[in-house]
């Protein structure tokens, strides 16, 4: 089977029974149709060796693109990334170092002549209660999740300014839109990229580039030969030992590890499917500003938004205090009006006892006595 025959008829998250229909994105984002003319774009897939990655090399050089798949450690060869195939070129380079990700940028466009499209893969977390994490930990997630996105942004973006066109597709997480207990610096990290590129979105929106965050669920590996892959099936998280207060069973701490661990591989959300979507979105004329994969990222995104909604509107009355003309405002005004002329009368009555008692007419207290 084919890359390209293996993404046809399918859908994201449902199960392969329901699956007849074709797995698209939205008519309103302009999705490449089937068997229709396209341009033959040219992708730079930072992380191209990991576990979404490489579904995403596999399926773009399917479709006939052009791709340079990136990895980092050198066990991933040039020759073995390639994939047997001529379209693609394998590099290596840490994204934690700017200078690196520049000369990948440059051996592209000098290979492939352009760059159309970057996705960036790279990316992983600590599985580990908050306190628990080190100063390195926490920073090696940043440099990595958070410098590297913004390092690849800015090795290429001159680029595309000038070319006039370009798209990043950036993978956060659902852990860039909600906390989860045990993820916390990486939670971070993801919530930073979402920030950078919802604010860059707007300034490079006249220059006609575009950028589309990923936020996947709990997406399994499941590419022909998955089992063959010497990857650990979570590959992007290390899990580090709990400490005495966080080790008991039942800890909110633990949460991501008993997750990862009780899922194994059986994660609801295909690898091959979301690289089907995530191609297509590097292809569509609209691509939107978010793309969730799987029903576990719509669904505990979609919670934590209510939350947030529900808990603003209990709260709100303390920033939006009720206006006079408001309907049922000047019943409550009316009634606040008359407390006051009571309580003003009553002051008035008393200034006057005072005057009356100091004209020296009425006997002091004292003198009463
Ligand atoms: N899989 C999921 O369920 C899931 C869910 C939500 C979000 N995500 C996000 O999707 C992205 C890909 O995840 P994945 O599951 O494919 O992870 P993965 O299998 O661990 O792959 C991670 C990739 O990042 C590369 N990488 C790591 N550190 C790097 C560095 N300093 N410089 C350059 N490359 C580096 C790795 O290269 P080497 O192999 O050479 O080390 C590998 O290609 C990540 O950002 C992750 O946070 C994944």
Known sequence: MDARSAHDGASVAGSDTSARARLQLPASCDPPQPGAQRKQLVWIVFGGTGHMGRSLVKCALGHGDLVTTVGRL?????????????????????????????RVVERTRDYFGRIDCIVNCSGYGV?????????????????????????????????????????????????????VPGLGPYCATKYAVEGLVEAMLYEVDSFNVKATLVEPGLVRRDEPDARMNPLPTWGH????????????????????????????DRQPTSAVKCAELVWQLGHCSYPPLRLLLGSYAIESIRDRLRSVTEELEDWKHLNFPVAPDAPGAEKDDKGDRDDRDDRDERDERDDRDDRDDDDGDSPSPSMKE
């Open 74 to 102: 050198f066990e991933s060869t040039p020759e073995s990334m390639k994939q047997q195939n001529e379209n693609c070129l394998g590099l290596l380079c840490d994204v934690r170092d700017g200078a690196s990700v520049a």
């Open 127 to 179: 599985i580990g209660a908050c306190e628990d994490q080190d100063e390195h930990e926490i920073r090696n997630q940043f440099e990595t999740n958070f410098m590297g996105t913004l390092h690849i942004i800015q090795a290429s973006l001159p680029y595309f300014r000038q070319q006039n066109a370009g798209r990043y597709l950036i993978f956060s997480s659902t852990s860039g839109a909600l906390g």
């Open 237 to 264: 998280f290390l899990i580090k030992p709990a400490s005495e207060p966080y080790a008991h069973a039942t800890s909110p701490a633990l949460h991501a590890k008993r997750m990862v661990q009780w899922l194994g």
